[in-house]
């Protein structure tokens, strides 16, 4: 796959994801390591690539549900602790971390990728259209819907649901937000969507739904969240999210695509807690 078509894949679902996948030579021909043969996997330390502000993933006092869920990893397959390499999810994420063997796995990656290596998929979710209760859209379920027509709705430029709404014409009042922000310095993409939201400052926001799931749930406010699943045309909703490791990391691979097996309802529990809305293979919502 070309790189510029990787790269526009990433840049479908959110700021969270919006990877570079420019690995280094150093980082894809390895020699033997720390783990298995061929392998520069830490046995006893579970060393992850997180963005270190960047909820509701990661953080650095280990509030997201990816420090969770790599508590959980740490604790099934042995390791001793859990040690983060910092770097906010922007252009260079992937060569300053795992490309530089600084770390040994993304916890949150969109299934696609060739530069990185991904595991099975360990959720699916959708973008999600989120109002204010009783504010004049209750109901609405589709991008499409003639209520949204006149209505200031916030989305990221460029991504699928930006699509489907310029095919239905709501792009003239829309507010767009940016795809990548450097967390270091300013709130992540989806904090500020529902914090105007909330402010009155747009009527309705569409963003992807581990973060449009969270922030609705953590904001002092009636919000209501629809996942995108009836849209009749334009691009697709739903995305499957994996973990990556480095192309050489074949038996971290199944180490983990073992664990995913093992503990997926333990883990569907860990993302509902969040509110991130989970889909499974028929489009239907995971409740439990």
Not at 72 to 81: D, Y
Not at 135 to 159: F, M, N, Q, S, Y
Request: aromatic share 6%; with cysteine.
């Amino acid at each position: 796959m070309p790189a510029g078509r990787t790269t526009a894949i990433f840049r479908r679902i959110a700021a969270a994801l919006a990877l570079s996948l420019a690995l280094p030579a150093s980082g894809m021909a390895q020699t033997a390591g720390l783990g298995a043969a061929g392998e520069l996997v830490d046995p006893e330390v579970l060393r992850v690539c997180a963005d270190p502000a960047n909820m509701p993933f990661t953080n650095q006092n280990g509030e997201g549900f990816e420090n969770k869920l790599a508590d959980m990893i740490a604790a099934k397959l042995g390791r001793k602790s859990v040690r983060y390499t910092w770097f906010p999810m922007a252009t260079g994420f992937v060569r300053n971390t795992l490309g530089a063997n600084r770390c040994d796995i993304i916890l949150g990656y969109p299934l696609g990728g060739e530069l990185v290596q991904s595991t099975n998929p360990y959720y699916r979710s959708t973008y999600v259209l989120v109002y204010k209760k009783g504010a004049g859209l209750d109901g609405v379920e589709t991008i499409e819907d003639p209520r949204l027509k006149d209505k200031k709705i916030g989305v990221v430029g460029g991504t699928p649901p930006a699509s489907n709404m310029a095919a239905a014409k709501l792009m003239q009042n829309a507010k767009d937000y940016p795809l990548m922000v450097d967390t270091r310095s300013s709130p992540t993409m989806g904090e500020l969507m529902i914090r105007d939201l909330v402010n009155d400052e747009i009527d309705a926001a569409v963003l992807w739904g581990p973060m449009g799931g969270y922030f609705a749930k953590q904001a002092n406010s009636d919000l209501v969240v629809v996942p995108l699943l009836k849209e009749k045309v334009g691009s697709r909703m739903n995305y499957r999210i994996t973990m990556a490791v480095r192309p050489s990391d074949q038996e971290w691979k199944r180490s983990l695509n073992r664990f995913i097996q093992e503990n997926q309802s333990e883990i569907n529990k860990l993302l509902l807690s969040y509110g991130v809305p989970l889909l499974d293979e028929h489009d239907n919502l995971i409740t439990q």
